[in-house]
């Protein structure tokens, strides 16, 4: 089974970037949170792709709610 995650800018529908497993976004997704602030990450989508058919993780504020629960899993 082919698995891999893909970051997607809501605006303009361009690929951000890819990644192989959930946490290696999550991570990703964090740091570009402190780097860029939340107002910037509202204006993306991830995507999750299994054997070639995508199906939506999350976007907008829930992937800010994502992001953020995965920082304080990690926390603990």
């Known amino acids: ?5 893909q970051l997607v800018e809501l605006t303009s529908g361009n690929v951000a970037d890819d990644f192989e497993t959930m946490d290696e976004a ?6 570009a949170v402190q780097m860029y602030g939340a ?6 989508s991830l995507l999750e792709f299994v054997d070639g058919v ?3 993780v999350a ?5 800010l709610k994502l992001v953020a629960h ?6 603990v």
Request: hydrophobic share 50%; aromatic share 10%.
């Open 26 to 31: 999550t991570a990703a997704l964090r740091k």
């Open 39 to 44: 107002d910037v990450m509202r204006t993306y």
């Open 54 to 56: 995508a199906t939506l």
């Open 59 to 63: 976007m907008q504020d829930e992937l």
């Open 1 to 5: 089974m082919d698995t891999f995650f």
């Open 70 to 75: 995965s920082g304080m899993a990690r926390a």
